[in-house]
Nanobody, 125 residues
Framework: VQLQASGGGLVQAGGSLRLSCAAS????????MAWSRQAPGKERELVAT????????YYAESVKGRFTISRDNAKNTVYLQMDSLKPEDTAVYYC???????????????????WGQGTEVTVSS
């Protein structure tokens, strides 16, 4: 599967952005999906995950209550709605995928096999 992320940009603190990740292929619904981010000088961090059916999600503590991951299997797309953005959310955001069985969730970076190019998010104070 190939992944194409978009939607990044410059936003003021307190603002919102929605990231999108479009996947190629006809089997998108068989993949668990995730968003991660990497800030300058820091390690990559898993931000949110969603299982095949969108019945289960996971969020890092740093974004819980502010970010929402969702997916539209008909459009082969996963989204990350980011609200109440903070300067510390500044990073390059990446989407990721892995083939999945049923409703399994995968909450570790190493669980994911396919990665898209990043989209840059900058939050100004």
């Amino acid at each position: 599967v190939q992944l194409q992320a978009s939607g990044g940009g410059l936003v003021q603190a307190g603002g919102s952005l929605r990231l999108s990740c479009a996947a190629s292929g006809r089997t998108f619904s068989r993949y668990a999906m995730a968003w991660s981010r990497q800030a300058p000088g820091k390690e990559r961090e898993l931000v949110a995950t969603i299982n095949r059916s969108a019945g289960n999600t996971y969020y890092a503590e740093s974004v819980k209550g502010r970010f929402t991951i969702s997916r539209d299997n008909a459009k082969n797309t996963v989204y990350l709605q980011m609200d109440s953005l903070k300067p510390e959310d500044t990073a390059v955001y990446y989407c990721a995928a892995r083939s999945s069985i049923l409703t399994a969730t995968y909450n570790s970076l190493s669980d994911y096999d396919y990665w898209g190019q990043g989209t840059e998010v900058t939050v100004s104070s």
